[in-house]
């Protein structure tokens, strides 16, 4: 499986302090190894993981490519981007 940053993923990930990339570099590694576990509500079809307590990954998976769709440093960036589809 290939990971594909987005536009818009890959400038928020650039944008992160070091540490908190390296832990979405990790559980990216995870994801790769182990199936989605939640998906979004309201008929999205994106994923969420929950990186840091705090930190969210939006991607979606699509045959043999995984897209990063948002990096997320904090829970208030993430509820701003959900709502924007309710």
């Given at each position: 499986m290939?990971?594909?940053f987005l536009d818009?993923?890959?400038q928020e990930f650039l944008s992160l302090e070091k540490q908190l990339q390296e832990f979405f570099k990790k559980h990216l590694e995870?994801?790769?190894q182990m199936p989605p576990r939640r998906?979004?509500?309201?008929?999205l079809p994106f994923n969420v993981e929950d990186v840091t307590k705090q930190a969210r990954l939006v991607y979606e998976i699509e045959?043999?490519?995984?897209?990063?769709?948002h990096c997320f440093?904090?829970?208030k960036e993430y509820e701003k981007w959900f709502n924007s589809y309710k």
């Open positions: 290939k990971i594909v818009p993923a890959r995870k994801l790769m998906h979004l509500r309201f008929g045959e043999d490519n995984f897209y990063v769709l440093a904090t829970h």
